[in-house]
């Protein structure tokens, strides 16, 4: 036979959910007019701890929070699509004045945003280690790695 939460403890379950908040959510389910503070967290983490209920509330908090990281990723991508779509608007009314360096830039720019392009930066002056042997071009790559947290080289 499953075992069934009470319903005091169904509502604690809904209330803390939303309001993420167990003194709040306890006070909602329970008669807690005459409960202190202590004793309200005392018995919110009894409930957290309770065997049924303590799984169903993480389970609820892991899949709101996940619902709420694939909708901020959907705004994300809506809100990238959106400025592609502006982007390849602008290009177009360029292009079609004949204006194509500024259509070139808003293609360039929608490659950008789509990661076609990887912007490169070098250090060092022109030429400044085309003297060194290869050995202490490698320490001084090393070093650059070390300093930016890269060390990917064994």
Known sequence: MARKLTPKQEAFRIAYLNK??????????????????????????????????????????????ER????????????LEAHMERLDFLGKAAEAEGK?????????K???????????????????FSHMPDEQLDDVVKQLEKELGLSTRH
Do not use: C, W
Not at 23 to 44: H, Q
Not at 68 to 79: C, N, P, S, V
Not at 100 to 108: H, R, S
């Open 20 to 65: 993420k908040n167990g003194r709040e959510a306890y006070r909602l389910a329970y008669d807690a007019e005459k409960m202190s503070d202590a004793a309200i967290d005392s018995e919110v983490q009894k409930l957290l701890k309770h065997e049924l209920l303590g799984p169903m509330i993480t389970l609820g908090l892991e899949r709101a929070s």
């Open 110 to 128: 929608r490659g950008e945003l789509r990661r076609f392009y990887i912007k490169q930066v070098e250090t060092g002056d022109v030429g400044e």
């Open 100 to 108: 194509y360096d500024a259509a070139i830039k808003a293609e360039v």
């Open 68 to 79: 709420i990281q694939i909708q901020a990723d959907a705004r994300g991508l809506l809100t």
